[in-house]
């Protein structure tokens, strides 16, 4: 792999994603979508499209190099996001919890997938489906306590029930049995996985949309997480991968994976605990905009140095 071949497909597949969120964008502006119709749309791409994506990525014949890689993809994720968490809470402490969600848990599923698909290659969607279903855990335990400040929120069944869990672990159960899905099941999930990007930019946009972008220019929390999340995190990802002995396809699945923008959940969350919605929406929407220039530089500098 080089920068002159990868940029062109990186920089194709941006700015298709930013059209796509522009024509979501519209919609919402035009009333032919509203907030309930975005949060439908979101639904069917979290419980629908992104599980199909995982679950055909993962329907493969077994290869024991690629179960290894898989599970340091698991493990990198982890560990990643546990030091996301850690530099998010050393820069906010007790304040500013939206913020320091989206710092933490990046939009891996929306922005990543896509991203590898076209950049990388469908067979590198395997790697990142373990990077998502690493997150998980921390998301729901972790990322519900800072919206909550409640124990008693956090459910364990909430993390083994998320569509992605699943669709992993049904994935890893048809890897290990070398199990090719085929048929009409095949094409069923072959054409739900398609609707994720166009489902995923939709949405973004959607919350571009409800975005005050005068307001929160004037707010300095958001370009200190934005800065933390598309910056910060991933310079910290790549230069402590330059000692993890993974080839270096691995690796950019893993940087891409960690370079995304803020995640969903950073306006979710809030919402449901009574939290500053507007924030982390808007939190969501300038990330995503500036990860539209941030991520190829990232995967450019990542190619020339891991």
Excluded: H
């Excluded at 419980?47 to 055909?56: C, F, K, R």
């Excluded at 290869?63 to 290894?68: F, I, S, T, Y």
């Excluded at 990643?80 to 989206?102: E, H, Y």
């Excluded at 929160?216 to 790549?238: G, K």
Aim: charged fraction near 10%; proline fraction near 4%.
């Amino acid at each position: 792999m080089s920068v002159a071949a990868t940029m062109p497909i990186m920089i194709t597949q941006v700015v298709a994603m930013f059209i796509m969120m522009l024509i979501g964008a519209i919609l919402y502006r035009a009333k032919l979508v509203d907030n309930t119709g975005s949060a439908q749309l979101a639904s069917i791409a979290l419980y629908v499209a992104t599980p199909a994506v995982i679950l055909q990525s993962l329907a493969t014949s077994f290869d024991p190099d690629k179960l290894a890689a898989g599970a340091a993809c698991f493990v990198l994720s982890f560990l990643f996001t546990a030091l996301s968490a850690f530099v998010a809470w050393l820069f906010f402490r007790d304040r500013m919890r939206a913020a320091q969600i989206g710092i933490m848990i990046s939009n891996m599923g929306f922005m990543g997938i896509p991203l590898v698909q076209n950049v990388l290659g469908e067979q590198y969607v395997f790697y990142i489906s373990a990077c998502i279903a690493a997150q998980v855990p921390l998301m729901w335990t972790y990322g519900v306590w800072l919206a909550s400040q409640d124990r008693a929120t956090i459910s364990p069944k909430k993390i083994i029930t998320n569509p992605s869990v699943i669709a992993v672990a049904i994935g890893v159960v048809l890897f290990l049995s070398s199990v090719d899905l085929g048929g009409v099941i095949k094409v069923a999930v072959a054409d739900m996985g398609n609707l994720n990007t166009g489902l995923a930019m939709l949405v973004m946009g959607t919350y571009l949309a409800q975005t005050d972008l005068r307001s929160l220019a004037r707010n300095r929390n958001l370009y200190a997480a934005c800065i933390l999340r598309l910056l910060v995190v991933p310079a910290l990802v790549i230069a402590l991968l330059l000692f993890v002995p993974l080839d270096i396809t691995v690796k950019l699945v893993v940087v891409i994976a960690l370079s995304a923008p803020c995640g969903t959940v950073s306006a979710m969350f809030p919402q449901m605990f009574g939290g500053d919605y507007r924030f982390g929406a808007g939190l969501v929407s300038v990330s995503t905009l500036m990860s539209l220039v941030v991520m190829p530089a990232l995967l450019a500098v990542s190619l020339v140095v891991l």
